[in-house]
């Protein structure tokens, strides 16, 4: 019943920008946070940033001062704005909510991923 839709992704230089976003749908009664991970090939999944409802952020250190995170709690929505981009930053991005019941329990949701390509 909730759903995670990912967009934006694409192929861009060197230096050059791009903006994600992810809106989940379906029966969502709160998201806790929500955050964007990266896999690219032959590596290990990981975390690139992660924003609370209240809005505290988190980023992964190749990343910070480069990427922003940023939601609309109202419309379950987060993007990711990516400047400067690196070769290295190629991977595919997923999209990840922590959705919370009304116990307050938490539960993983991943959107299907989007390939972001930074190549010259």
């Known amino acids: 019943q909730v759903q995670l839709v990912e967009s934006g992704g694409g192929l861009v230089q060197p230096g050059g920008s791009l903006r994600l976003s992810c809106a989940a749908s379906?029966?969502?009664?709160?998201?806790?946070?929500m955050g964007w991970y990266r896999q690219a090939p032959g590596k290990q999944r990981e975390l690139v940033a992660v924003?609370?409802?209240?809005?505290?952020?988190n980023y992964a250190d190749s990343v910070k001062g480069r990427f922003t995170i940023s939601r609309d709690n109202a419309k379950n929505t987060v993007w990711l704005q990516m400047n400067s981009l690196k070769p290295e930053d190629t991977a595919v991005y997923y999209c990840?909510?922590?959705?919370?019941?009304?116990?307050?329990?938490?539960?993983?949701?991943w959107g299907q991923g989007t390939q972001v390509t930074v190549s010259s």
């Open positions: 924003i609370i409802s209240g809005g505290l952020t």
């Open positions: 990840n909510a922590d959705l919370t019941d009304l116990n307050h329990r938490k539960y993983p949701y």
């Open positions: 379906g029966s969502i009664f709160s998201i806790y946070a």
